[in-house]
């Protein structure tokens, strides 16, 4: 497969940080930069999503059901069964990352934009993600308060006011202001787009920067970085088998199967990254970096199953998506989320 070049953004980004960390006032100035900047990408992400697409989304409960207990269910379970293989091939900072990563909501773009290319039920990958996104907001920090315990210092409740305030806040005042906005937003989309990734680069910066000012890295060999990627494959490849031969068990069609594989099996970088800067503090960076290697590896692994998804049979498919799914879906590009 060709790279990626977003991909070797986000690398650049880890190298800059690495070579030049914001420290001091820096800091200060990136922190908030990169706070404002995720804000206002969940502020589009509210004007995206239509009533339309909303209520469409809303008559397959079932999809979403599934969706959301492969996101906060079945996930956090596997990774909880990864324990065993501290210390053997995991350090237990890396492993608490890992565990992290199972916890965080589905990514919004790339499922729908996976879902169309594949041909499948995309206003309802709209709302999958979305909705998996705002149950994340609550959701993610109380499962990690529970699960990691005493690892994330940085948990409570006002660091869950926080998280909502980053997050949820603006992605309702998109919505509500979306009449309003909408057709700026569709008109400039791919301009907008370049938000999203810039967001994601500017939290990555400031997270490994904090890292770097810290002196945590020298805790990350080679070796065990080897032995996380290889824990992350075999748990996305475990993911991606679920959610396909499990909707298929359950009856769903062919565009639903789609679009319960790509959200059900993904992890966003947008939700994790600010969520994790709060609970985590000072050590965010090497908490985030398993789900940083989780989202570029489900990047590409899904973009090739969905090109070949494209080319199936349509033995089942009964109706096109909604009139402007495959449109939304089509400008939203693969790189975010």
Same mark, same amino acid.
């Given at each position: ?17 690495? %070579? ?7 800091? @200060? ?8 900047? $995720? ?11 239509? &009533? ?20 906060? #269910? ?7 069964? =990864? ?24 990514? !919004?773009?790339?499922? !729908?934009?996976? &879902? ?46 926080? $998280? ?8 309702? =005042? ?10 700026? !937003? ?8 370049? #938000? @999203? ?25 080679? %070796? ?33 199967? $789609?679009? $319960? ?9 947008? =939700? ?16 985030? %970096? ?8 489900? %990047?590409?692994?899904?973009?090739? !199953? ?9 033995? @089942? #498919? ?13 400008? &939203? ?5």
């Amino acid at each position: 497969m060709p790279v990626d070049p977003y991909i070797v953004l986000l690398l650049g980004t880890v190298g800059l940080a690495a %070579l030049l960390p914001a420290s001091g006032t820096g800091a @200060d100035v990136a922190s908030g930069a990169s706070k404002a900047a $995720i804000a206002f990408l969940f502020f589009l992400y509210g004007a995206r999503l239509s &009533t339309r697409e909303a209520l469409d989304g809303l008559k397959h409960w079932r999809l979403h059901t599934v969706v959301l207990a492969c996101t906060f #269910v079945v996930f956090p379970l596997l990774g909880l069964a =990864a324990r065993g293989l501290v210390p053997a091939l995991l350090t237990q900072p890396l492993y608490q990352g890992l565990l992290f990563l199972t916890l965080v909501p589905s990514t !919004i773009q790339s499922s !729908i934009a996976f &879902t169309s290319i594949a041909r499948g039920n995309v206003s309802a990958a709209i709302c999958a993600g979305s909705f998996s996104s705002l149950v994340g907001i609550v959701l993610t920090p109380l499962l990690a308060a529970a699960l990691l315990g005493r690892d994330v210092g940085g948990f409570s409740a006002d660091s869950l006011v926080g $998280i909502v305030l980053q997050l949820l806040v603006p992605f309702l =005042a998109g919505q509500v202001l979306r009449p309003w906005i909408g057709g700026f !937003i569709t008109r400039h989309r791919k301009s907008l787009g370049l #938000v @999203d990734r810039g967001s994601i680069l500017l939290v990555v910066y400031t997270a490994f920067s904090e890292g770097m000012v810290q002196g945590i890295w020298h805790r990350v060999s080679p %070796l065990r970085l080897a032995g996380l990627m290889a824990v992350e494959a075999v748990l996305l490849a475990v993911m991606l088998a679920l959610t396909w031969y499990g909707s298929k068990a359950l009856r769903f069609s062919r565009q639903d199967r $789609i679009a $319960i594989q790509f959200a059900g099996s993904k992890k966003s970088l947008a =939700a994790g990254l600010p969520m994790a800067s709060v609970l985590f503090g000072a050590h965010a960076s090497l908490a985030v %970096l398993p789900l940083m290697l989780f989202h570029q590896m489900q %990047l590409m692994v899904c973009a090739v !199953i969905a090109k070949r998804r494209s080319h199936d049979p349509r033995e @089942d #498919v009964t109706a096109q998506p909604p009139a402007g799914g495959s449109r939304t879906a089509a400008g &939203t590009g693969t790189r975010s989320g």
